[in-house]
């Protein structure tokens, strides 16, 4: 069965070929939705969505951290598309610096994407979603949130995703009357690009030490968790964060 036909989701950061945003595009579309990917570029967002399974997948430029900006590609999608059901916070950026080295300018760009970008971006769907009186909004977090770092980003990213839980959290409170859902996914070590080359090999290793499971997740690993979180089949799940880290937290 299709779990999201004749579903509208927007996925923000699902354009890098190897991510979770467009494992999570792939995998919706494959399930009978029309997908929107939204990123920093227009031309790589739309080649993202020209890749997709099915057609009427559209790719749009929009930088989660501009107000403005989210507003006006959300109102032109409405008028477009008529309704939206989900919204994947996923865009999202990483640095592996340690405390003392982080400068303003590494908090503000962490933070801003991360946390502020998943504030703006839903600000500017929740209207419409009340409307509708559905929707689904899942929120990329990570287990750094949950045991302060100790994969690849510094603290300031382990801060930004604690932040997302928190956000989440309070989201799904208040948006539940509305009959809106708003949930978040703790992935944990997953092959994607978003290391950008800074990884090494001893990092690596001793990430996966830590990983009952011996492997490092898959972008489709994530993707699974967000259709169940998307779709209907979570329709009394809100508030929740969901581990998808091969048993990295077990305690
Ligand atoms: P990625 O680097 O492959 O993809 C991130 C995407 O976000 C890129 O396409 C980038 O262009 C886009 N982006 C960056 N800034 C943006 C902005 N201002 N506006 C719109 N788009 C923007 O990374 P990924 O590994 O696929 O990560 C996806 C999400 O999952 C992120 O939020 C990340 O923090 C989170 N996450 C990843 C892992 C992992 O191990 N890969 C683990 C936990 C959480």
Redesign the pocket.
Known sequence: TQLLANKTAII?????P?????ATATLFAEHGARVVI????AS?AQAAAADLPGTGHIGCA????DRTACLSVIKELIGTLGQIDVLVN?????QPLKLMEIAPENYDAVL???LR?TLYMSQALIPHMREHARGSIVN?????AQRGGG???GPH?SAA?AGILGLTKAMARELAPAGIRANAI???????????GKLTPEMRQSVLDGIPMGRA?T?AD?AGCALFLASDLSAYVTGSEVDVNGGSLIH
């Open positions: 923000t950061g699902a354009a890098s190897r991510g979770l945003g467009k939204l990123d920093l570029d790589q929009c930088d989660v951290t996923n865009a999202g950026i990483t801003d994407v991360n970008g990329m977090s990570s287990v750094s994969i690849f980003g990213y995703k703790c992935p944990g070590f997953i092959d994607t690009d978003i290391t950008a997740g972008a994530v």
